[in-house]
Every structure is written in structure tokens, then in C-alpha cells.
């Protein structure tokens, strides 16, 4: 008995001798191989080139997004930064503004900065496409802030002027009283100096007419000492006590007669008692 067992070569031999088909009939020769190869690169390629094209695309809309919108947003909130550094520091210089002229410059810096910072936070919320106006907020308050201190400013600038104003007219009363008390208490120590001893009454009445020049011109001084110094307070604290000293040499300006001896007609008699030597000083003082 014959073996009919037949290896695969000769199996695939005898199906192309009679036309059988097989799984493996196509790829028999070179070309049909080739044709394989190049088409499975081809298929690879293709692939490759898709998921080439998908990276290319998302990564060309992510640099388009930094370029266009995220860089140009960081730069310009950078800018924002600076220019809200710089407008705080001109807080400061506002505040130490000594005149009007000098007040009007710095606020006049601030209010430009002020529109610069606004057209800033406006260009920033169209690149972020944002509607939070949490930055708007601030920005407003901010401005608000200032402008109150421009105020405050302005307000003490004009106390200030009138406080300089009102101590340079109190220096001038001050002056011109002392130059119309010390002639007269160098009348008075004339007059003293040259009275008659037997003449005992004239005596006494010149030593309490000088008691109370005297008197006059230091309390004079005193109240112009306390108002000065109350000109220059800065602190509220301190306020009070100058007025109580202020209110109390005020009380005791002029001498009255429950102060000193006599009753008020010997004191107004007194005061005027030289106008016999120079009645236009003694008036003046009295």
C-alpha cells in the first residue's frame, strides 16, 4: 500500500497545477510580496501621518494660545504690577506735599497714573477674556483711597497756611504791644528813680503801676509763648493741655483788683498815673 501523506510544498504545488484555491496562493510570487510590503508601509505611513497631524495641531493651538493671548497677558500684567508698585509709592509724596504748587504736581502724576493703570486692566480683561472684575474692584478702591488722601492733603495744606497766617499776625500784635509796654515801664522806672523820697504816695502808686507793666508784659509773653508752641503741635494729644495753659494765662491777661490791692478805680487810676509824662505810650498800653 502506498502512503498518500504529501508534504505542504507538494500540496501547494499540486493546488496551483489544478487551479485549487489557497490562503496562500497570492503570495507565491515576488511581486505579490512586494505589493504586501509596500502596502503595509504605506498603511504604517498613513498612521504616523495621522497621529503626526493631531500632535502637530494640538501643539500648534497651545503655541498660538501662549503666543497670542498667554504671553501677551503675562506681560502685561508684569506692567500692571509695575505701574500699581509705582502708584503706591507716590502715596508717600503726596502725603509730604508742603505747598499747593507742590500738591498739585504729584497729584497731577497720580491721576495719570490712575488712567494709565485703568486702560491697563481693560487690555488685560480683553486678552484673558475674562469677566471677573475683581481686579476692576480694586483698582476703584484703590483710586478712591487716593483721591480721599488728595483731600486730606489739601485740607491740611490750607489749615496749615492759615496756622502760619494767624501766627504770623500773632507775632506782630506780640511785637507791637512790647513796643508799647517797654517805653512805658522805662517811664515808670524813670519816674521811680527820680520821685522824691518825702513824696511816699507817689512812690507806692509807681511801684504798683510797674508791678503790674510788668506783670502785663509777662503774661503777654507767656500767651504768646503757648500759642506759638500751639501752632507747631502736631498731635492732638498734646492739644489739650496747651489750651487749659492758654485758657488760664487768657483769664489773667489783666491784672484786676480782686488780683492786687485796691479797688478798680485805684487800679485804672494807676495804670494811667504817668500819663502826665507821655499820655499817648500809657494809653496805648492801658
Not at 496551483?16 to 510580496?33: K, Q
Not at 505589493?35 to 498660538?64: D, E, N, Q, R
Not at 487716593?146 to 507775632?171: F, G, K, P, W, Y
Not at 507793666?213 to 496747651?242: D, F, H, K, W, Y
Request: charge should be positive; aromatic fraction near 4%; hydrophobic fraction near 40%.
Amino acid at each position: 500500500m502506498k502512503s498518500t501523506m504529501t508534504t505542504p510544498a507538494s500540496a501547494a504545488v499540486q493546488r496551483h497545477r489544478f487551479g485549487l484555491p489557497g490562503w496562500d496562493s497570492g503570495l507565491t510570487t515576488i511581486r505579490a510580496r512586494l505589493y504586501v510590503a509596500f502596502g503595509f508601509a504605506a498603511g504604517t505611513t498613513v498612521i504616523g501621518s495621522l497621529i503626526a497631524l493631531y500632535a502637530f495641531t494640538t501643539i500648534g493651538s497651545t503655541t498660538t494660545e501662549i503666543v497670542s493671548r498667554s504671553l501677551p497677558a503675562t506681560v502685561e500684567s508684569l506692567r500692571l504690577a509695575e505701574e500699581t508698585s509705582e502708584l503706591v509709592a507716590s502715596a508717600p509724596r503726596l502725603m509730604t506735599a508742603e505747598d499747593e504748587k507742590r500738591r498739585a504736581v504729584v497729584a497731577g502724576e497720580i491721576s495719570e497714573r490712575t488712567r494709565s493703570l485703568a486702560e491697563r486692566i481693560e487690555r488685560l480683561r480683553l486678552l484673558i477674556g475674562s469677566r471677573n472684575t475683581e481686579i476692576q474692584s480694586a483698582e476703584m478702591a484703590m483710586t478712591e483711597r487716593l483721591n480721599a488722601l488728595d483731600r486730606a492733603v489739601t485740607e491740611r495744606i490750607a489749615v496749615s497756611r492759615q496756622r502760619q497766617s494767624m501766627a504770623l499776625s500773632l507775632r506782630a500784635a506780640h511785637e507791637s504791644l512790647l513796643e508799647a509796654v517797654t517805653p512805658v515801664i522805662d517811664d515808670a522806672n524813670f519816674e521811680l528813680m527820680t520821685a522824691s523820697a518825702a513824696s511816699r504816695t507817689a512812690t507806692t502808686d509807681l511801684l504798683e503801676y510797674l508791678r503790674r507793666l510788668l506783670e502785663i508784659e509777662g503774661e503777654v509773653n507767656l500767651l504768646a509763648g503757648l500759642l506759638t508752641e500751639a501752632s507747631m503741635v502736631t498731635e492732638r494729644a498734646r492739644l489739650q493741655p496747651l489750651r487749659d495753659l492758654i485758657d488760664a494765662a487768657r483769664s489773667r491777661r489783666w491784672p484786676t483788683a480782686n488780683s492786687g490791692t485796691g479797688s478798680p478805680r485805684s487800679t485804672s487810676v494807676s495804670l494811667r498815673w504817668p500819663a502826665r509824662r507821655d499820655s499817648s505810650r500809657c494809653a496805648h498800653a492801658s
